[in-house]
């Protein structure tokens, strides 16, 4: 699959824009040029040579604070998004197979969890379970799980009846081992494109919470945090919002960028690529001048 993705240019770029988010995550906190949360009398400066992007109201590197948090953002959408995969796709699966009952409780649960507003449901477990990013991630993991029930569900049913699934249900093989052999390698493509669309949300959703101050105690840095903490100050610093908006921004985008690629590498567009290619290499099989024998 990987190799599929690097050879387009959007999966290309997707990819290395991620792969620096990722290292802002891991390296942010230590690449971070002054204490994050050591403030000073210089607040709301500009930009400058001991401030790379000004310092905010309470005279807090700016910079410092964006690679710091980077950490927590990124967590934060990572948790929401493999919370989702795990709760949500083996039941999907499952589903097709388990029965009636399996089936119509599973299918229950999962309108019941579309209903609910994520935000506010995340929220009133915050307020029983105490203050905590994880928390309210895993809540809203489990609330954005029914994206992933349905997509593994729609895709274990197009195979479901398929030929060589029943011969090997009939011939005697268990169910995880068929799973396993035979629909899991069809389910995986379309689970990839809304685990890189949920990564995407995630980070909208991380944001959102933590801009509300939800999730992260203040001072620890966060970009939605750093995003509401400049908005007060618009009249003197207009510029302040501008770098953590543009990362969640750019996040986003190349979340949804490579589930483009994904879904243009196994979709209709990917089976004609791969057409393309085949014609192309045997047609330069056929053209190419055969090899002459040496003189004897």
């Known amino acids: 699959m990987v190799r ?44 400058s040579g001991a401030h790379w992007l000004g310092t905010d109201y309470l005279g807090r590197d700016v910079l410092s604070r964006l690679l710091d948090g980077s950490r927590v953002s990124v967590l934060g959408s990572l948790e929401v998004a493999v919370t989702a995969l795990v709760v949500g796709t083996l039941p999907g699966i499952l589903s097709v ?8 409780v599973t299918l229950r649960l999962t309108d019941t969890l579309v209903a609910l507003p994520f935000l506010l449901f995340a929220v009133a477990v915050i307020a029983l379970l105490g203050n905590g990013l994880t928390q309210a991630m895993l809540v809203t993991g489990i609330l954005v799980s029914p994206l992933f029930y349905r997509v ?18 009939i011939s005697g093989a268990s169910l995880g081992w068929t799973v396993r052999k035979h629909v899991w390698g069809k389910v995986l493509p ?33 970009w939605g945090g750093l995003l509401a903490s400049d908005l007060g100050y ?48 045997h047609h330069l099989a056929r053209t190419a001048p055969a090899p002459t024998g040496g003189a004897s």
């Not at 953590?244 to 985008?253: F, N, S, Y």
């Open 4 to 47: 599929r993705v690097l050879a387009l240019t959007s999966g290309r770029i997707a990819v290395a824009v991620l792969l620096v988010i990722a290292l802002l995550a891991l390296l942010g906190p230590l690449l971070a040029p002054q204490n994050p949360l050591a403030g000073s009398d210089n607040a709301l400066a500009t930009a």
């Open 97 to 104: 197979y388990l029965g009636r009952t399996f089936e119509w």
């Open 152 to 169: 593994s569900r729609a895709a274990t049913l197009a195979v479901a009846r398929a030929p060589y699934v029943e011969a090997a249900l």
């Open 190 to 222: 379309p689970i990839a494109v809304a685990l890189a669309q949920t990564v995407g949300t995630g980070f909208v959703i991380v944001s959102s919470l933590t801009f509300l101050g939800i999730g992260v105690q203040p001072p620890a840095p966060t």
């Open 234 to 281: 618009l009249d003197q610093r207009p510029w302040g919002p501008l770098a953590p908006a543009l990362l969640i921004m750019i996040t986003v985008w190349a979340c949804n960028l490579l589930a483009d690629a994904i879904r243009d590498v196994y979709g209709q567009a990917g089976r004609a690529l791969d057409n393309d290619r085949k014609a192309r290499a």
